[in-house]
């Protein structure tokens, strides 16, 4: 943060990654399939994978380039990457803190739930319903993932090694399972997790537009859910009024630049760079393949600064942003409107101890 507030260049600490364009299940709401998504991720396809041994060398050469954390998640489903135990460990061994994101089909294998006990600093399980049968229709699972969930969860909460370790659900709000909000709370606190996340359906053109017309039964069920939470288990109700980010003319948050790519980056399963994984697999926002080419050399050499030479201004291809508050943060510490030492003071006396810190 000094570094960036006094101009210096920095390189993202936290880098997100999909290994594996390809999935066991198929999501109704997944914005890689949606028929709403088909112009936004244009590079998307699930025959996309890195090799193991690429993945690997990616890793240590983030490890090596001040990187300090990863997160695996999507394009496809991480965990059915064959070399997927592999890569996790290389990351591991060169002192990654990893994350993931998951469908949580695999989670009960021993092979991945030892891989995932030893090396993950965090888990986040797709849930979206509060029944079998819902769960079923909306994924097209065959594997009983959701049957499994109270069992699988609590074992590797037991058993992770990190003591900050963390395991949860996220819930997609979407019209077939806003009525199931209050179950999904009810068996995310049953199966010992952490926490259970809500978020409403969201498309890049479209923003929350496919679920307004239940907008206030949602929020009410939302109320509701939050009262289950305790020192123990956490219910994380989101902000229902993001806009589109795409084919739209109107910009939400008050910056120009996205300083927030600076800290954390993208890549895809088709082995390319990108700003932010919000926008990964659009062409709009490829920077370079850190596959073929290294990830130093992408990051440092002409792919980058090419890129962001012909895209000087987010404003031109972000109309709203993910990451709107920190975005804003950093910009006004840019602008000298807020002081560094000052913000991080009063940050100190309000969260003495920050978990998770190095996945920012």
């Known amino acids: 943060m000094r570094r960036f507030v006094a101009g210096e260049e920095i390189k993202p600490v936290h880098m997100r990654i999909g290994i594996m364009g390809a999935c066991n299940m198929r999501c109704n709401f997944c914005n890689f399939h949606s028929p709403n998504e088909e112009q936004f991720y244009d590079l998307f396809s699930f025959k996309d994978s890195i090799a193991t041994d690429k993945a690997v060398t990616l890793l240590r050469e983030f490890a090596e380039n001040d990187g300090r954390a990863v997160t695996f998640c999507g394009s496809g489903e991480c965990t059915i990457h064959p070399g997927y135990t592999d890569i996790c460990r290389a990351g591991h061994a060169a002192g990654l803190r990893i994350g993931l994101i998951t469908n949580g089909s ?142 739209v003319e109107e910009v939400e948050g008050d910056f120009e630049h996205c300083h927030y790519s600076r800290f954390v ?15 990964h697999l659009n062409s709009r926002y490829l920077i370079g393949n850190v596959v073929e080419q290294s990830y130093s050399e992408v990051l440092d050499g002409g792919p980058r600064a090419e890129w962001e030479a012909s895209n000087p201004r987010r404003t031109d291809l972000c109309k709203s942003c993910f990451y709107r508050p920190q975005n804003e943060l950093l910009e006004l510490l840019k602008r000298g409107q807020i002081k560094l030492d000052e913000a991080l003071d009063a940050y100190a006396l309000e969260v003495p101890s920050t978990l998770h810190g190095d996945f920012v």
């Open 106 to 247: 695999r989670l009960g294998r021993p092979k991945v739930a030892s891989c995932v006990a030893e090396t993950h600093t965090w888990v986040r399980i797709g849930l979206n319903a509060g029944t079998e049968a819902t769960f079923d229709d909306i994924t097209r699972d065959r594997e009983q993932t959701f049957s499994k969930f109270i069992g699988s969860v609590g074992k590797l909460r037991e058993s992770a090694v990190d003591p900050d370790f963390r395991i949860g659900f996220n819930y997609v709000i979407t019209l077939q399972n806003y009525r199931e909000i209050m179950d999904a709370a009810r068996i995310a606190h049953e199966s010992g997790a952490h926490y259970v996340r809500f978020e409403p359906e969201f498309y890049s053109a479209m923003g929350h537009e496919t679920i307004e017309s239940v907008m206030s039964e949602i929020s009410e069920s939302l109320t509701q859910a939050a009262e289950l939470s305790t020192e123990a288990f956490e219910v994380s109700v989101p902000k229902l009024d993001r806009g589109p980010m795409d084919q």
């Open 265 to 279: 980056t993208a890549v895809g399963a088709d082995g390319n760079l990108y700003p932010c994984p919000q926008v």
